[in-house]
């Protein structure tokens, strides 16, 4: 029954991606050095949207085994490990231009390091079996958590090659956790959990992300509390780009407490070391811990549309994922597209009181042209910067959706208004039927009025604003 289930899943991840025996990402820098690591991050990111998308469209359960790998590709974010990579370098007047290039022939890089990780797993629940110290057995139970995320990432990008030289691994991360739970003492207070988990963190330059629930991007009051204080606790730097180490983590909402999962990642998305904590309900007393906007985050994952071979990517100042901002913060707003082409933007405003779409204008003028910008052949792969926005009140949950073509989208822009009390160009007081609404018009056309395919691409980026750390 496996071998069927995992057949079934090679086969609905490949679709039309494995048609081709290479995955390319591409970048821009000062330096090589910088190009490169931009490369890499765009390739890790090409394989992930690739394989999320395939998941995105499926509307029912086959299967256990399905549904969790889609919900481990979903929860990984674009945090996938590339081994075997070659690299074209250019000098661009006073730029580096890099080309990654990941061969599906790589497949055997993933396969190895997933026999070793499985043997590391086997050799550390042996080890457990034994009458040994509950700090020890913490300390092994970490080791295990540690295993099996780096298990997840290689798999995944093993199956997206087509591999069918998975090893199985039986024990589960709930399992471990599970018993990782019954060693740990759970804090009373915010800081005691968080102190435990800074003495395990001994790497120094380490961004940290605020920590998420699984079912949601948004970024809670108790989520901007940990990372604020953890920052405190361990040595970081306050931009992804100067990071030597990642921390990612998530919690996940018990009948009793929360339990919260970091994992400390390198720059090559390896996991190194994972630290957990379980706090009681008096150590979050005050915080918000339950995300607002789950239904619409779900509905942003579901169905992105993807067609042909163009790629847009959406970022700020301080990344993509897991993004908070302050009162008086002012952030930077880029998109980048892999080729020449055309974008507008929607944000949609999830706000407790303040709920509507609009439309960011660019240009002056009297027609949907002020949303549209076009990419030329000298900015495609490159971060075009959309302007910078002050966090001001009303705070709560934004989200950008990019719609972007290969072909001019001057008949594919949303019905807007200019809403005078906002100064915003709106396209409706429901978020959820604006999405809708912005798929449904690029899907109804997929060749050009000369017969041309038309390729279609979509990013989406949600952030959280706040009144104070």
Excluded at 236 to 252: D, K, R
Excluded at 321 to 336: A, I, P, Q, S, T
Excluded at 374 to 388: F, P, Q, R
């Amino acid at each position: 029954m496996k071998k069927l289930i995992f057949v079934f899943i090679v086969l609905f991840l490949c679709g039309n991606v494995c048609l081709a025996n290479e995955i390319t990402g591409k970048g821009y820098g000062k330096t090589e050095d910088n190009a490169k690591k931009e490369a890499l991050a765009d390739l890790s990111q090409n394989i992930y949207v690739e394989v999320n998308s395939e998941f995105s469209s499926i509307e029912t359960v086959v299967n256990d085994a399905f549904e969790e790998l889609k919900n481990k590709v979903i929860n990984l974010k674009s945090d996938l490990p590339v081994l075997g990579a070659t690299y074209e370098v250019m000098t661009l007047r006073e730029e580096f231009f890099v080309e990654a290039g990941l061969s599906y022939n790589s497949v055997v890089l993933y396969e190895a390091e997933l026999k070793n990780v499985k043997k590391q797993i086997d050799r550390n629940l042996q080890n457990l079996k034994k009458k040994i110290p509950n700090a020890e057995k913490e300390a092994l139970l970490k080791g295990i958590l540690t295993n099996l995320a780096q298990y997840d990432r290689f798999r995944i990008v093993a199956q997206f090659m087509q591999s069918k030289n998975i090893p199985d691994v039986e024990i589960t991360e709930e399992e471990i956790k599970n018993q990782l739970n019954r060693v740990l003492q759970k804090a009373d207070t915010l800081d005691r959990g968080l102190e435990k988990i800074a003495r395990g963190i001994k790497k120094k330059k380490i961004y940290i992300y605020p920590p998420t629930t699984r079912n949601s991007s948004e970024i809670t009051e108790f989520a901007s509390a940990v990372k604020a204080r953890l920052s405190a606790l361990v040595n970081t730097v306050a931009s992804p780009e100067n990071a030597h180490y990642y921390l990612s983590g998530e919690y996940q909402i018990l009948k009793n407490g929360i339990e919260l999962t970091y994992h400390l990642l390198d720059t090559g998305r390896n996991t190194v070391h994972t630290v957990m904590a379980t706090f009681l309900p008096a150590a979050y007393k005050g915080y918000d811990i339950e995300p607002k906007t789950t239904d619409f985050d779900k509905l942003l994952k579901t169905g992105v549309v993807i067609s042909g071979d163009l790629r847009v990517d959406v970022a700020t100042s301080k990344g993509k994922r897991d993004l908070v901002f302050y009162k008086g913060e002012r952030l930077k707003m880029l998109v980048k597209m892999n080729r020449p082409g055309y974008f507008y933007v929607v944000v949609h405003n999830l706000k407790k009181n303040e709920k509507y779409s609009y439309l960011i204008d660019y240009y002056e003028g009297k027609d949907d042209r002020r949303f549209i910008y076009h990419v030329s052949a000298d900015e495609a792969n490159k971060w075009i910067e959309l302007g910078e926005f002050d966090v001001v009140p009303p705070f709560g949950v934004e989200t950008l959706q990019i719609i972007a073509s290969s072909e001019d989208l001057i008949n594919k822009v949303p019905k807007n208004n200019f809403d005078y009390k906002t100064e915003l160009y709106k396209i409706g007081n429901n978020p959820y039927e604006s999405v809708g609404m912005t798929r449904g018009l690029i899907r109804k056309e997929r060749k050009d009025k000369h017969g041309k395919n038309v390729s279609f691409a979509e990013a989406t980026l949600v952030f959280t604003t706040l009144k104070s750390k």
